[in-house]
Nanobody, 116 residues
């Protein structure tokens, strides 16, 4: 059984920062890509950032220069450092895990609210 658990969400003022974490545990062998998605009510889940096993990263245009994704492969953990947050970043953030063989996994999400 595989568990994907996000943490670090919360309420932050505009211009502030948050760091999300996602820990993967259980029977998972070779993780290829770890990524963060976000979703607001009534909208589809969109990719925010991803990082490959080799460390290559990709970002949505709206977060480039403000968010940084990183990964500790020894701990099967991925992080998302979010700076200069604004109201448009308010969403539920989900961790996604793609492995070499087997199904993808999602976490249950963590709420990020940017508001004064």
């Amino acid at each position: 059984q595989v568990q994907v658990v996000e943490s670090g969400g919360g309420l932050v003022q505009p211009g502030g920062s948050l760091r999300l974490s996602c820990a993967v545990s259980g029977n998972i062998l070779h993780i290829l890509t770890m990524a963060w998605y976000r979703q607001t009510p009534g909208r589809q889940r969109d990719l925010v950032a991803s990082i490959s096993a080799g460390g290559s990263t990709d970002y949505a245009a709206s977060v480039k220069g403000r968010f940084t994704i990183s990964r500790d492969s020894t701990k099967n953990t991925v992080y998302l450092q979010m700076n200069s947050l604004n109201s448009e970043d308010t969403a539920v953030y989900y961790c996604h895990v793609r492995q070499l063989m087997g199904p993808d996994y999602w976490g249950r999400g963590t709420q990020v609210t940017v508001s004064s």
